[in-house]
């Protein structure tokens, strides 16, 4: 079987190459397994524009949820043809690793070679986000302004507390505008909206009952996020583990929503910098990727 092995040095600052070698050793056992570093963006660009040339079987990303929207995003762009048996397999290295709990995964290096080299492999649905895809979700207004402002310099050095300290930062100067909603013929107005393709949120806080591998996508609109508001659904997410319980937060399971304001919104899809856009589609998508799981 031949192999993919993309590991993103700027996930967890590099700190994980001792363990990725390891499992990359264990993996080159009896596959073939093509190895590539990557620093910068046009880096891992210039492997996926060549990727459609290699017929690989598997790919295999060592990095963050991030990395992982940034490869299927990649080979969508490149018009990869994804065959029904082509699976992507994940080692956990970045700074959240939702995909990690959603693929039931554990750190050991034994552990994550036997998933990359079965035939175990599970079909999850993509959500088109204007041109872009996302597997896991993406948040528009207020926890796509911290993600916006994080440095990634120092993300590498602090990795989850900077989250921490930034989302303190905007919770204490709470200052948001008012996003325009439309779905199934309603409109509302808004201060966030998460759309979540996945259980997991925040590191690995259940928000909700689905999962990256059901056709379901879940909305949340927050129509007057203030500091106690956002407490509340803090304090159900740790005692309920379900967003839809607070009665200030409209839930819907629409696959095609619009999104607009009168000035830039910021976005993230899968923790990372989407950039800022003055109207936003979200639609559940007919595309698909194979996750490789225990």
């Not at 040339?53 to 929207?69: F, H, P």
């Not at 762009?77 to 693929?103: C, M, R, S, V």
């Not at 989302?167 to 100067?173: A, K, V």
């Not at 407490?231 to 379900?242: E, R, T």
Request: hydrophobic fraction near 40%; charged fraction near 20%.
């Amino acid at each position: 079987m031949l192999y993919c092995l993309i590991y993103n040095l700027n996930s967890s600052a590099g700190r994980k190459s001792k363990f990725i070698n390891k499992v990359l050793s264990k993996l080159k056992k009896n596959n073939s397994v093509d190895y590539f570093e990557t620093n910068t963006i046009s880096q891992a660009k210039k492997i996926f524009k060549d990727f459609n040339q290699k017929n690989y079987d598997r790919l295999i990303i060592a990095g963050g949820d991030g990395s992982v929207s940034f490869a299927i995003n990649e080979l969508i762009k490149n018009n990869f043809n994804f065959k029904d048996d082509f699976a992507i397999g994940y080692i956990p290295a970045g700074t959240a690793n939702l995909l990690q709990a959603e693929l039931s995964m554990n750190k050991k290096v034994d552990d994550i070679v036997n998933v990359l080299i079965s035939n175990n492999y599970k079909s999850s649905n993509l959500v088109k986000i204007n041109e872009n895809y996302f597997f896991l979700m993406a948040g528009i207004g207020w926890d796509a302004k911290i993600v916006h402002s994080i440095n990634s310099k120092i993300k590498k050095i602090l990795g989850k507390i900077i989250f921490g300290i930034k989302g303190f930062q905007y919770f204490l100067f709470m200052n948001n505008k008012k996003l325009n909603v439309t779905f199934d013929g309603q409109f509302y107005q808004a201060d966030w909206i998460l759309s979540s393709n996945t259980k997991y949120y925040a590191g690995h806080h259940k928000i909700n009952k689905t999962n990256i591998f059901e056709d379901k996508l879940v909305t949340y609109i927050f129509k007057d996020l203030t500091r106690v508001s956002l407490l509340y659904s803090i304090f159900l997410i740790i005692l309920n583990g379900d967003l839809s319980k607070n009665k200030n937060v409209i839930t819907t399971y629409s696959k095609n929503i619009t999104i607009d304001g009168n000035d830039l919104i910021p976005v993230q899809i899968d923790g990372d910098n989407f950039g800022s856009y003055k109207k936003i589609h979200l639609n559940q998508s007919n595309k698909k990727v194979n996750f490789l799981i225990k």
